[in-house]
T-cell receptor
Framework: QKEVEQDPGPLSVPEGAIVSLNCTYS??????FMWYRQYSRKGPELLMY??SSGNKEDGRFTAQVDKSSKYISLFIRDSQPSDSATYLCAMSDAGNNRKLIWGLGTSLAVNP | GAVVSQHPSRVICKSGTSVKIECRSL??????MFWYRQFPKQSLMLMAT?????????EQGVEKDKFLINHASLTLSTLTVTSAHPEDSSFYIC????????????FGSGTRLTVV
């Protein structure tokens, strides 16, 4: 079993739809949870960061962490064609090294 | 702030030659750098962690003699792919740890290596 599981998709939605992206994990030591967006042939860029459990909202993006279920989500409201990208979840424990463990990434296409 | 500049963005080389990829932290000191490779439609795979002034720590299965990492200064880390072969063709990405932020990782824009 992989430490982090993420459905690779692809996911295709019409413009304006609400998008839900998810990851599950097995390591209860994970404390830091991140969502990155990666456009084709570019490095990942940080979208959302959450420490421990709870929700966090930033504009059209909402990140949720449910540590009891070992489940994290990213919601995108009013999705735009410019949101078309691969979305990767990443997480780490609280140790000094904080090595990131990555999901496979979900490919999202928002159609105008 | 906290920008990592990675060069080159694309490189094509002949089999058997060596290629150097550079990552520079532009406005901060990067004591720790991470090097990843990413195959098409795959996630990022950590290759090695480098700390300034010390030897890199390689992940299991990564050949340290083939992927040479140098982190001689607080603003520059390099990855040299030695005696490259077509199977080394991949997308290589560096990342720097930013110690004053909990979520502190910033990524370079990546290097597309094609070995012919």
């Amino acid at each position: 079993q992989k430490e982090v599981e993420q459905d690779p998709g692809p996911l295709s939605v019409p413009e304006g739809a609400i998008v839900s992206l998810n990851c599950t994990y097995s390591n209860s030591a994970f404390q830091y949870f991140m969502w990155y967006r990666q456009y084709s042939r570019k490095g990942p860029e940080l979208l959302m960061y959450t420490y421990s459990s709870g929700n966090k909202e930033d504009g059209r993006f909402t990140a949720q962490v449910d540590k009891s279920s070992k489940y994290i989500s990213l919601f995108i409201r009013d999705s735009q064609p410019s949101d078309s990208a691969t979305y990767l979840c990443a997480m780490s424990d609280a140790g000094n090294n904080r090595k990131l463990i990555w999901g496979l990434g979900t490919s999202l296409a928002v159609n105008p | 702030g906290a920008v990592v500049s990675q060069h080159p963005s694309r490189v094509i080389c002949k089999s058997g030659t060596s290629v150097k990829i550079e990552c520079r932290s532009l406005d901060f000191q990067a004591t720790t750098m991470f090097w990843y490779r990413q195959f098409p439609k795959q996630s990022l795979m950590l290759m090695a962690t480098s700390n300034e002034g010390s030897k890199a720590t390689y992940e299991q299965g990564v050949e340290k003699d083939k992927f040479l990492i140098n982190h001689a200064s607080l603003t520059l880390s390099t990855l040299t792919v030695t005696s490259a072969h077509p199977e080394d063709s991949s997308f290589y990405i560096c990342s720097a740890r930013i110690w004053d932020r909990d979520y502190g990782y910033t990524f370079g824009s990546g290097t597309r290596l094609t070995v012919v």
